[in-house]
């Protein structure tokens, strides 16, 4: 049992850091946030939930294969006190 949570403890830091950290680096260095962090802004704080974390993309185009990014799934949040819903891919 403690190996299954820790295997999904590391899921969600991967999750979290969507792609890596060499890319939210780059993000940065060009003066962006990543997406999470422009959400976090944009949202009322502590609202964001992800129902599908762990949902990779399908697509085989354009090499897509070989990027698996968790993170395609369907989230809710609160923003200006109303809730809203929407894909995040």
Known sequence: MKDKLKELKEKELEAE????????????????????????????EGSFVELDKFVVHRCTDFGMEKQKIYGDGVS??????????????
């Open 17 to 44: 850091i969507a792609g890596g950290m060499q890319r939210i680096e780059k993000q940065h260095a060009q003066g962006k946030l990543t997406a999470r962090e422009r959400l976090n802004l944009l949202l009322d």
């Open 76 to 89: 809710y949040w609160l923003w200006h006190n109303r809730w809203q819903v929407g894909l995040c891919f």
